[in-house]
């Protein structure tokens, strides 16, 4: 079957640095999804991985290692509205995307 | 402002109720699909239309009816539906099949009393 595992929950403190983990099983890969959703609102997308290797923007970089199975989020300089639940999801070999759970990260003062 | 709205944002029905919610998307996308958000689940993926036609349905009971009028419009019609039922579905759009990224909707809160 397929599978995507992220923690369930993180807490992190303001002006620090958070990084959010992504294992995947899947039929196939065709590139990995980060999305930012915030409670309430609609899931935003905030990167995109198909390369092996750290993709940067802003204070968020996203990493990929294919080989592994594995990504992660780094979010640095956290400020209080990161406070979300952040989304991974595969595309597949049917380039449909395979959602995890999601990490709903809190930010502390 | 995603480009993809939802109505209504919040709705509570009965069991023996039938309810519609309406999505529409403004990004000129060919690709429509329906997702029901479950807390600390995954996002399911209900149903996926290309250029209105249904190309995906992923063991969705019948109480969930789809309807696709055209690429800009999708609705899911909903009847005697069960109180696990209650989620939040979200409605999302994409450019096709090779370009899986999603732009999703803010959501419909369904609660089935």
């Known amino acids: 079957g397929q599978n995507i595992d992220q923690p369930t929950e993180m807490t992190a403190t303001e002006g620090a640095i958070v990084q959010i983990n992504c294992t995947y099983q899947?039929?196939?890969?065709?590139?990995l999804f980060w999305y930012q959703q915030h409670a309430g609102e609609a899931p935003t997308f905030l990167s995109y991985?198909?390369l092996d290797g750290l993709e940067e923007k802003g204070r968020f970089s996203s990493f990929l290692s294919r080989s592994k199975g594995y990504s992660y989020l780094l979010l640095k300089e956290l400020q209080m509205k990161d406070s979300a639940s952040y989304l991974c999801a595969v595309v597949d070999s049917n380039y449909q995307l395979i959602w995890g759970a999601g990490t709903k990260l809190i930010i502390k003062p | 402002e995603t480009g993809v709205t939802q109505t209504p944002r919040h709705l509570v029905m009965g069991m023996t109720n039938k309810k519609s919610l309406k999505c529409e998307q403004h990004?000129?996308?060919?690709?429509m699909y329906w997702y029901k958000q479950s807390a600390k689940k995954p996002l399911e993926l209900m149903f996926v239309?290309?250029?209105?036609?249904?190309?995906e349905n992923n063991s969705v009971p019948s109480r969930f009816s789809p309807e696709c009028p055209n690429s800009s419009h999708l609705f899911l019609h909903l009847h005697t539906l069960q109180p696990e039922d209650s989620a939040l579905y979200l409605c999302?759009?994409?450019?096709?099949?090779?370009?899986?990224?999603?732009?999703f909707g803010q959501g419909t809160r369904l609660t089935v009393v």
């Open positions: 239309y290309n250029f209105k036609e249904q190309t």
């Open positions: 899947t039929s196939g890969f065709n590139g």
């Open positions: 999302a759009s994409g450019r096709g099949r090779e370009t899986a990224e999603a732009f």
């Open positions: 991985n198909v």
């Open positions: 990004l000129g996308h060919n690709a």
